[in-house]
Nanobody, 125 residues
Framework: VTLEESGGGEVQAGGSLRLSCTAS????????MAWYRQAPGKQRELVAN???????DYGDSAKGRFTISRDYAANTVYLQMNSLKPEDTAVYYC????????????????????WGKGTLVTVSP
């Protein structure tokens, strides 16, 4: 499975960005697609994930501001980010797995099997 992200960049505080991630390869193995982020000196954290049956989980940092969605036919997951803050500055990674961990309530980054290369989001004050 290959995951390719796009849509990162620099935006001023209060602005919006939309990230996209398209999966290719053995996509039949994928149940959950997710966005994680990692800021300098911090651990990689969950932003949001979405399962093949449409169940969504958000990390605390994303609730109320970010929206994850998925085009199943296009094997693409999106992350709409609104009201961005400087503390949202990070490398955002697309990830995927078969959903076994998420079914047990585990969403830590180490349960993901496939990763994109990441896209940098910079929010200036």
């Amino acid at each position: 499975v290959t995951l390719e992200e796009s849509g990162g960049g620099e935006v001023q505080a209060g602005g919006s960005l939309r990230l996209s991630c398209t999966a290719s390869g053995s996509i039949f193995t994928i149940n959950v697609m997710a966005w994680y982020r990692q800021a300098p000196g911090k651990q990689r954290e969950l932003v949001a994930n979405i399962s093949s049956d449409g169940r969504i989980d958000y990390g605390d940092s994303a609730k109320g501001r970010f929206t994850i969605s998925r085009d199943y036919a296009a094997n693409t997951v999106y992350l709409q980010m609104n009201s961005l803050k400087p503390e949202d500055t990070a490398v955002y990674y697309c990830a995927a797995n078969d959903g076994t961990a998420q079914a047990m309530g585990i969403t830590d980054y180490y349960v993901m099997d496939y990763w994109g290369k990441g896209t940098l989001v910079t929010v200036s004050p």
